[in-house]
């Protein structure tokens, strides 16, 4: 009896250090319940405690040398929009080079919308996968981050300890630790800059409008000639916000989370205006294109002379391919445009977490921003801070010349923030609603 108490208080001691530190391993469970004298107790707990201690070693991100010796040999899983070829050459270059470097095997999951991965890692954590996740690094912003970060699916904070973060200097540029509006709070880390601009034909225009009253007034003189794509296409959602931005006598409400209380009062001045501009449209408010690269074939094809995008070097980047006329010029509007930063996440339950997190301290190096920067390979914005980077980082993208085309850096500040995320939905849903089936 004595040797049954012994062993079912030794049992009970187990399993409370099994408890304590939060041991998941069913084979370790299980032989913790097989011990039946203290020797094997005590050589369990220290067994334990070394166990312990290694995973923590292993998850130490102020050792980023550690780090990285962890990263070799792993594959990083990377869901990232694949409908666009220059991005998607990018990505290769990027596979190639840390492949080289850092023995780590990149592989581009090319996806149609992000809210399907982040479907993926919520179905994911309600089967109880926490630790073989499929997605290692998601390409994310905006009301999608919203969503994993108010559910708990993002491992972090990580994103400031990367040797490459203090290049954005985030003190300087808030806009770096803020997702429209929301605080990443280290769960992502910025991978890109974009902001919407107007880019217009000028051999057709000579003054483009310079304001969303204005282009109403203009498309009314110049009907046909502009588009925007439908929502909730993530460009035809913008302007929608956009709009409202300038139209409404209540902008502080935008920063907040949507109210179905006031609702249809802040957004009327949206609709009133959509209501006089649609018919103005090409084929008069009957059909809207899905995508920014259909809006570069209306204005190739000579449909129409004015049209918007989200990365300011998109018509640098068409006239350089043959999608647009070389008399394609880009300007942002007088009073702002909104503006956000594109960011890398790190999903919960990711099985190659360090990988993920050297993969995206080499997406932030000064070599990979430049060649991302550079139209010839990607086109994208930097989110470097150009003026605190060493002479030679900022001669390599200072140096970048983007053509005519190309938006000024003075347009370039002047930027709008993000309305809330919970905004995109509701406006999508509003908008189908009223327009879809017109």
């Known amino acids: 009896m004595k040797d049954d108490a012994n062993a079912?208080?030794?049992?009970?001691?187990?399993?409370?250090?099994?408890?304590?530190?939060?041991?998941?391993s069913a084979t370790l469970a299980t032989g913790i319940f097989l011990i039946a004298d203290k020797r094997n107790v005590a050589s369990l707990l220290i067994l334990l405690l070394v166990t312990n201690a290694a995973n923590a070693k292993d998850l130490d991100i102020n050792d980023w040398s550690s780090i990285e010796d962890l990263a070799r040999g792993e594959t990083v899983y990377f869901n990232a929009w694949g409908g666009e070829?220059?991005?998607?050459?990018?990505?290769?270059?990027?596979?190639?080079?840390?492949?080289?470097?850092?023995?780590?095997?990149?592989?581009?999951?090319k996806i149609a919308d992000t809210a399907q991965a982040v479907s993926r890692v919520l179905a994911e954590k309600q089967a109880g996968n926490n630790t073989d996740g499929?997605?290692?690094?998601?390409?994310?912003?905006?009301?999608?981050?919203?969503?994993?970060?108010?559910?708990?699916?993002?491992?972090?904070?990580?994103?400031?300890?990367?040797?490459?973060?203090?290049?954005?200097?985030?003190?300087?540029?808030?806009?770096?630790?803020?997702?429209?509006?929301?605080?990443?709070d280290g769960l992502e880390s910025p991978w890109t800059r974009s902001q919407l601009v107007f880019y217009y034909d000028s051999s057709v225009i000579s003054g483009p409008p310079l304001s969303i009253s204005e282009l109403l007034s203009w498309a009314v003189e110049?009907?046909?000639?502009?588009?925007?794509?439908?929502?909730?296409?993530?460009?035809?959602?913008?302007?929608?916000?956009?709009?409202?931005?300038?139209l409404s006598d209540n902008v502080a409400a935008l920063y907040l989370p949507v109210s179905a209380s006031n609702f249809d009062e802040i957004t009327a001045p949206l609709w009133e205006y959509l209501d006089a501009l649609h018919p103005n449209l090409l084929r008069s408010g009957r059909y809207f294109?899905?995508?920014a690269a259909d809006l570069r074939r209306h204005m190739g094809d000579g449909e129409i002379s004015l049209a918007l995008a989200f990365n300011p070097n998109e018509a640098a980047l068409a006239i350089s391919s043959g999608e647009l006329p070389k008399s394609a010029r880009s300007y942002v509007l007088q009073g702002g445009t909104i503006s956000n930063v594109?960011?890398?996440?790190?999903?919960?339950?990711?099985?190659?977490?360090?990988?993920?997190?050297?993969?995206?301290?080499?997406?932030?190096?000064?070599?990979?921003?430049?060649?991302?920067?550079?139209?010839?390979?990607?086109?994208?914005?930097?989110?470097?801070?150009?003026?605190?980077?060493?002479?030679?980082?900022?001669?390599?993208?200072?140096?970048?010349?983007?053509?005519?085309?190309?938006?000024?850096?003075?347009?370039?500040?002047?930027?709008?923030?993000?309305?809330h995320p919970s905004w995109t939905l509701a406006l999508e849903q509003a908008w189908v609603q009223r327009y879809s089936a017109k």
């Open 85 to 109: 070829t220059r991005i998607n050459r990018y990505l290769s270059w990027a596979a190639t080079t840390v492949k080289s470097r850092y023995d780590i095997n990149l592989q581009h999951v």
């Open 289 to 291: 294109p899905s995508t």
């Open 222 to 246: 110049n009907p046909s000639e502009f588009i925007y794509p439908r929502p909730p296409s993530f460009l035809g959602t913008t302007f929608l916000k956009q709009a409202i931005l300038e």
């Open 134 to 184: 499929a997605i290692d690094l998601l390409w994310i912003n905006g009301e999608n981050f919203s969503a994993l970060k108010q559910n708990q699916l993002l491992y972090g904070p990580w994103a400031e300890y990367q040797p490459n973060f203090p290049l954005v200097n985030a003190d300087r540029f808030p806009e770096m630790r803020e997702d429209f509006s929301i605080a990443t």
């Open 342 to 419: 594109s960011f890398l996440a790190i999903p919960f339950n990711s099985p190659h977490k360090a990988a993920a997190m050297v993969v995206s301290n080499f997406l932030l190096s000064p070599e990979a921003q430049s060649r991302a920067s550079d139209p010839v390979h990607m086109g994208s914005t930097t989110v470097l801070s150009i003026e605190d980077l060493p002479d030679e980082a900022r001669k390599m993208i200072t140096a970048i010349d983007y053509g005519s085309a190309a938006v000024s850096i003075d347009d370039l500040n002047r930027k709008l923030r993000e309305p």
């Open 8 to 24: 079912v208080r030794n049992a009970w001691v187990c399993w409370l250090v099994m408890v304590k530190l939060k041991l998941l």
